[in-house]
Every structure is written in structure tokens, then in C-alpha cells.
């Protein structure tokens, strides 16, 4: 039974660039999450995705946008990178059975990014 | 402010001792879930508990137990007889329904060192 699998594991950009993380799900999940986590800090919730919408937001700016695909994949891109992108990014998913059922979250290895 | 605080950032304890580790939430809303994860050096952030709002029975599995108080806002977790493998940073985390979807909130972490 296939985890959370998320790439690329590393990643060295430069300011300005744009990125692209990937992420599939958990085999059974069609809900996909996205968090930044700074060093030693807990992770800050980017947005959610669930039948290919993005269902909610935090308090990340509109350089921060995703995707999801009709296989539940998804995928996270930020543009016009800035030093302090720099972080872990972990994707999240969970099976969505019901509104205000807020099932377990299962998460990937995460994707380092470095911005130098 | 913050939605989840835990206000231990580091602990130390020597194997075999028992150990809390504090959870402080805020939340306007009536239903709500609480989480802990686990965080090894590994990165892979890994579920523990869910507890949703109404549920104000305390757990025990194995080593591990939680206390949900509503009146004091807490979801406290002791380990007891604790052991090096447990050595992680642990979040405790506070998911809130909406009409599209949840919201995340994650604390920042407390980092419990094992001693042998």
C-alpha cells in the first residue's frame, strides 16, 4: 500500500525562479494537502485541494498556487521565489467522507527547497 | 494569535521516566478535531491521535495517553516509561470544518530528547 510519495526529495533554485513540487496521494485518498514548514517551526497550512478545487487557503500569498489532477495528484507551484521560501514543503493527504469529518492526514517525505 | 500553543519547546528526560507534553488550543467553533504527529529526525511527519470535539473520553495506547479537557482547552499527551525511539519533535495540531473544506492549524512543535 503506496504512502504519500512526493518529488523531487531536494531542490536548489535561486530568487526569482519558479517551482514546481509534485505529490501523489495516498492509495484511497482523493484529498490533497499542502504545508510550509520552516526550520524548527510547525507546519503552516498552504492550501487544500479535493475534486481538482482548491477547497481552502491559508494565509499564503497568491505566488503560491496548486493543482490537482483527475488521479488526485497534485502539485504545488511558487512563483518569483523569495529567500525566505526556503523551507520543507509536505503534502498531506485523506479520504474526504463527509463535511466536517476531518479524517487522519497522511504525509509524504516532503520536498526540500533551498532558495539561494 | 496562535490557534494551537505549546509552550514546551525542548524536553529532556531519562529513559524510563513518564513525560507530558502540553497542548493549548483556541477555536471559536463548536466542532473541531485534534491531532498529535510525530516528527522523527527522519522528516516523515507521523499520526498518532484524532480526538473530534465531542469526544471528551481520555485514551490510552500502549505508552501513550491523552487528555482532552474543553474547559481548559487542552489535548495533552504523556508518554510513559519513555524510550530513545520516542526521541521526535511532536506537534499537536487543530483542524476546523468549513462548508469546502478544513483548515489546519499546527503548533510549533516540542522536541522531547530521550536519554539512555
Known amino acids: 500500500d503506496a504512502g504519500v510519495t512526493q518529488s523531487p526529495t531536494h531542490l536548489i533554485k535561486t530568487r526569482g525562479q519558479q517551482v514546481t513540487l509534485r505529490c501523489s496521494p495516498k492509495?484511497?485518498?482523493?484529498?490533497v494537502s499542502w504545508y510550509q514548514q520552516a526550520l524548527g517551526q510547525g507546519p503552516q497550512f498552504i492550501f487544500q485541494y479535493y475534486e481538482e478545487e482548491e477547497r481552502q487557503r491559508g494565509n499564503f500569498p497568491d505566488r503560491f498556487s496548486g493543482h490537482q489532477f483527475p488521479n488526485y495528484s497534485s502539485e504545488l507551484n511558487v512563483n518569483a521565489l523569495l529567500l525566505g521560501d526556503s523551507a520543507l514543503y509536505l503534502c498531506a493527504s485523506s479520504l474526504y467522507v463527509g463535511q466536517g469529518n476531518n479524517q487522519p492526514q497522511h504525509f509524504g517525505d516532503g520536498t526540500r527547497l533551498s532558495i539561494l | 494569535a496562535q490557534k494551537v500553543t505549546q509552550a514546551q519547546t525542548e524536553i529532556s528526560v531519562v529513559e524510563k521516566e513518564d513525560v507530558t507534553l502540553d497542548c493549548v488550543y483556541e477555536t471559536r467553533d463548536t466542532t473541531y478535531y485534534l491531532f498529535w504527529y510525530k516528527q522523527p529526525p527522519s522528516g516523515e511527519l507521523v499520526f498518532l491521535i484524532r480526538?473530534?470535539?465531542?469526544?471528551?473520553q481520555n485514551e490510552i495506547s500502549g505508552r501513550y495517553s491523552w487528555n482532552f479537557q474543553k474547559s481548559t482547552s487542552s489535548f495533552n499527551f504523556t508518554i510513559t516509561a519513555s524510550q530513545v525511539v520516542d526521541s521526535a519533535v511532536y506537534f499537536c495540531a487543530l483542524s476546523e470544518a468549513r462548508d469546502t473544506g478544513n483548515q489546519f492549524y499546527f503548533g510549533t512543535g516540542t522536541s522531547l530528547t530521550v536519554i539512555p
Open positions: 492509495s484511497g485518498h482523493d484529498t
Open positions: 480526538r473530534n470535539s465531542f469526544d471528551e
